[in-house]
């Protein structure tokens, strides 16, 4: 558990509403919003995706990309008062991957800022494991590294979500 503020982790299946989820959490937040955006814009789908996010969260978000140095990007943005959403962490580690570096480094460094950056930190993943097994080593490594992830990152939280169809359930629940 962190003591510098709640840590939320909200996981589901593409599409599943994960991300409207986590936006929603901060409704009514009066202190600043962060959006930490991990996403890049290969193709014109993509660049779509991102637009739809961007404009659902509105303009009273500060918005900081980050490919590769979420650890970074999260220190960059804490403070006590602020509501950093991290969008999405499974985008990230496939960053992290294809740039041929240590995910299971990567992930304990984010780990290690989680514990220490202050602030309401929600982070979106998806939940890649519950599919056949992939055909190729590279998305068997990657569905791999998620699951890690996922699992490291769900052991930090106060709170973990599984959204499925728009709708969430508590798997750990806060304690504040």
């Given at each position: 558990?962190?003591?510098?503020?709640?840590?939320?982790?909200?996981?589901?299946?593409?599409?599943?509403?994960?991300?409207a989820y986590?936006?929603?959490?901060?409704?009514?937040?009066?202190?600043?919003?962060?959006?930490?955006?991990?996403?890049?814009?290969?193709?014109?789908?993509?660049?779509?995706?991102?637009?739809t996010h961007?404009?659902?969260?509105?303009?009273?978000?500060?918005?900081?990309?980050?490919?590769?140095?979420?650890?970074?990007?999260?220190?960059?943005?804490?403070?006590?008062?602020?509501?950093?959403?991290?969008?999405?962490?499974?985008?990230?580690?496939?960053?992290?991957?294809?740039?041929?570096?240590?995910?299971?480094?990567?992930?304990?460094?984010?780990?290690?800022?989680?514990?220490?950056?202050?602030?309401?930190?929600?982070?979106?993943?998806?939940?890649?494991?519950?599919?056949?097994?992939?055909?190729?080593?590279?998305?068997?490594?990657?569905?791999?590294?998620?699951?890690?992830?996922?699992?490291?990152?769900?052991?930090?939280?106060?709170?973990?979500?599984?959204?499925?169809?728009?709708?969430?359930?508590?798997?750990?629940?806060?304690?504040?």
């Open positions: 558990m962190r003591e510098t503020g709640k840590c939320t982790l909200v996981l589901g299946g593409a599409r599943s509403g994960k991300s986590a936006e929603q959490l901060a409704k009514g937040w009066t202190g600043p919003r962060v959006y930490i955006a991990t996403a890049q814009a290969h193709d014109e789908e993509m660049a779509a995706r991102i637009k961007r404009e659902r969260r509105g303009s009273d978000w500060e918005t900081i990309g980050s490919v590769l140095d979420l650890p970074g990007a999260l220190r960059e943005a804490g403070g006590q008062e602020k509501f950093i959403l991290i969008d999405c962490l499974t985008l990230w580690l496939t960053n992290v991957l294809l740039a041929e570096e240590d995910c299971e480094l990567a992930v304990s460094e984010l780990l290690e800022v989680l514990s220490d950056v202050s602030g309401t930190i929600v982070l979106v993943s998806n939940e890649v494991g519950d599919g056949i097994v992939p055909g190729n080593e590279l998305a068997r490594r990657f569905r791999d590294a998620a699951g890690d992830a996922n699992r490291r990152v769900a052991q930090l939280a106060d709170e973990v979500v599984l959204v499925t169809a728009g709708l969430p359930l508590v798997l750990k629940p806060s304690t504040s």
